[in-house]
């Protein structure tokens, strides 16, 4: 009988370096939520934009690979802030569906506009990292550098809304916005730059992405909705359900791939999500 | 150094204040009162920004406030607590206060110096200034103290003080009376001071403005007012004896 397998072990811990990942999709998602109470439907495909601009300056202009990705990661923190100056500022009073709706419009635009800009043809970076070799095990390089990143940027966020005053004025605005003002606290100035921080955090995961996918328009809907499943699991708005939430799935995704069949990580982890509703439909960390 | 004058707040059809005229003079307590729904939080929302006036203007040193920003309005000096506290409960003290402190001014101090006037405004009110202390074990006092912490940090020339909402004894009461009283002989801070119990106020205001349906029906010294009979029926009524007394209790 065998005690110990080596290649369960594999799928545990690719798991946890798939959770890393997902915990960063998700804080921008969940962060934005939490501050500013409207859900950026568009999410995964600010990602996708961020993914474009990686590619067309490192690939098209010949940019080194880490300045492209600098300069990806400040255009989408550009792009959310100019996502809730425009889009969202307008409609932060209207009914919660409105703001869904508008969100989904931002959606289909990006997603045409990268259609025009650089046609259906999957892209990609053409980076070949070899895989890391532990024992009979083998990881993916991207996979190991995007766990690493993502940790990485989920903890410097954390340090980001603890340590500084602008971050502390963030984590206030979400539990009382009247009285911010009276502080003198202008809340307009807060949302745009929690939206840009949202903005870098969807710019950061996008350079991750890039090492480990192709690019094409729809790529959003293959992590878009995995993303907000996590955050409605980990309760909307709730940051440190998120990131509970994001290893919970992947190790669903990741186990459950490995006992049954890859697809079957997907299946499993949905059913999962789906009993978690009907037993707290408030996500687990959510108090709403 | 406040002029308020024909200050009007109209919600559709009802009329929360009409036609309110005062001025406050530099250093002074003065005492806002009148029964629930007479229109003194809405005239502080009304001077702190939260609410657009519908008619009249209110002027701060000679420049006009009315209409502008909550923020603006704070970072001209003039801060507002609310009757029933309203902390960030998820912050610490340390981070309400200073939060405040950061903030409430046009030019920011330094991380440093906001801690500094954190401290110093937690200290006067008599609030701990561990960096550990959370909200959630404050007691009704506490959470009063702790909104009034938060409004000084802001570092403000004039306070709104909105005390209006009982939910203190009367021991309590005697407290919070002499607070406000310590903090303008401390910090030099002019005071507005809602109320809707008139007996611990008397002892302390130097003025009195009595608001009835969002109507100014008196106003003058403790003594005057606690005479007028217009405020004893709609207001004192049987009361009226008590409160006289506390007001002679004063000036023997």
């Known amino acids: 009988m065998e005690v110990f397998d080596i290649f369960l072990l594999e799928a545990v811990l690719n798991g946890i370096l798939l959770g890393g990942l997902l915990a960063l999709l998700s804080l921008g998602l969940n962060l934005i939520f939490g501050v500013i109470d409207v859900v950026w439907i568009c999410y995964a495909e600010m990602i ?35 996502m809730h100056q425009f889009i969202i500022r307008p409609v932060l009073s209207a009914e919660p569906i409105n703001q869904l709706l508008v969100t989904g419009g931002v959606l289909f635009f ?84 929690t939206s840009a921080l949202g903005g870098s955090l969807a710019g950061l995961s996008a350079c991750l992405l890039v090492l480990q996918y192709d690019i094409h328009p729809a790529i959003g809907l ?27 799935f992947a190790q669903f995704i990741s186990v459950g791939g490995f006992v049954l069949a890859i697809e079957w990580g997907y299946v499993i982890a949905f059913v ?9 439909p408030q996500g687990i960390l959510g108090g709403k | 150094m406040l002029e308020v004058q024909g200050l009007t707040k109209r919600f559709g059809g009802f009329t929360a204040v009409s036609e309110v005229s005062f001025s406050l003079t530099e250093g002074e307590i003065l005492g806002l009162i ?11 929302n009304l001077i702190a920004g939260l609410h657009a006036p519908s008619a009249g203007s209110v002027r701060l040193k000679g420049e006009e406030i009315g209409g502008l920003l909550p923020a603006s309005i704070c970072h001209r ?29 046009l030019e920011r101090p330094s991380r440093a110096k906001a801690h500094q006037i954190a401290g110093e405004s937690l200290n006067l009110v008599g609030l701990p200034i561990e960096e550990s202390v959370r909200v959630d074990g404050l007691g009704a006092a506490g959470l009063k103290k702790l909104e009034l912490a938060r409004a000084l940090a802001t570092q403000p020339k004039i306070l709104l003080a909105d005390e209006s909402l009982g939910g203190l004894d009367h021991a309590e009461m005697e407290q919070a009376a002499d607070m406000l009283a310590m903090i303008r002989r401390e910090r030099g801070i002019t005071i507005i001071w809602v109320e809707h119990i008139m007996g611990v106020l008397m002892r302390v205001v130097d003025r009195l403005i009595v608001l009835d349906h969002g109507e100014v029906i008196a106003q003058g010294k403790p003594a005057e007012v606690a005479h007028d009979p217009k405020v004893i029926e709609v207001y004192l009524g049987t009361d009226a004896a008590d409160v006289q007394k506390t007001v002679a209790d004063r000036t023997a």
């Open chain 1, 110 to 193: 990006l997603q045409a506009a990268a259609t025009l800009a650089f046609g259906i043809e999957f892209k990609n970076l053409g980076v070949k990292l070899p895989p890391v070799a532990i024992g009979e095990m083998s990881f993916s390089m991207p996979r190991i550098i995007a766990f690493v990143v993502a940790v990485a940027g989920v903890a410097a966020t954390y340090l980001f809304l603890t340590r500084t005053y602008i971050g502390t004025a963030i984590r206030a605005i979400s539990q009382d916005r009247e009285i911010m003002p009276l502080v003198g606290v202008n809340p307009g100035r807060i949302f745009v730059v």
């Open chain 1, 48 to 82: 996708m934009i961020g993914m474009y601009a990686v590619y067309a300056l490192h690939v098209q202009q010949g940019w080194p690979l880490l300045a492209a990705m600098a300069a990806g990661i400040a255009i989408v923190a550009l792009l959310g802030a100019l």
């Open chain 1, 272 to 280: 999962f999500f789906i009993a978690v509703m009907f037993w707290r």
């Open chain 2, 77 to 105: 000096g003039i801060a507002r607590t609310f009757q029933i506290p309203r902390p960030f409960r998820k912050l610490s003290l340390v981070e309400n206060v200073a939060l405040a402190a950061f903030y409430g001014q």
């Open chain 1, 222 to 248: 293959s992590f878009g909705p995995i993303t907000f499943l996590i955050c409605v699991l980990g309760g909307l708005g709730n940051m440190l359900g998120g990131l509970i939430a994001a290893f919970i």
């Open chain 2, 34 to 44: 009148g029964p629930n729904g007479s229109g003194k939080s809405t005239t502080f």
